[in-house]
Nanobody
Framework: QVQLVESGGGLVQPGGSLGLSCAAS????????MGWYRQAPGKQREWVAA???????NYAGSVRGRFSISRDNAKNTVYLQMNSLKPEDTAVYYC????????????????WGQGTQVTVSS
């Protein structure tokens, strides 16, 4: 099986920066799409950013220009660099990945990380 382990959450002041990491481990043949989601208290979970295996990225309008998603395929890791943070960015951030586990099975399985708290406050 596959496990996603996140790190990097914490408290940051408005306008500050914070970097999140999510490393996948276990039975991995290849990782296709990787992405980040977030969920604020009392709100629905929303998509934040995604990156394909080829490095193509896409962002939610609320974070475009401030957040950057990247990946290191050799480390099976996806990153989310968050800049110019706003209080409304406060949420639990979740890593997500579509992972091909076996060379003989093309279909991917979707995995979620445990979530990491990001709090933007003065």
């Amino acid at each position: 099986q596959v496990q996603l382990v996140e790190s990097g959450g914490g408290l940051v002041q408005p306008g500050g920066s914070l970097g999140l990491s999510c490393a996948a481990s276990g039975s991995i043949f290849s990782i296709n799409r990787m992405g980040w989601y977030r969920q604020a208290p009392g709100k629905q979970r929303e998509w934040v950013a995604a990156i394909t295996s080829g490095g193509n990225t896409n962002y939610a309008g609320s974070v475009r220009g401030r957040f950057s998603i990247s990946r290191d395929n050799a480390k099976n890791t996806v990153y989310l660099q968050m800049n110019s943070l706003k209080p409304e960015d406060t949420a639990v951030y979740y890593c997500n990945a579509d992972i091909r586990e076996r060379i003989t099975v093309v279909r991917t399985k979707n995995y979620w990380g445990q979530g990491t708290q990001v709090t933007v406050s003065s």
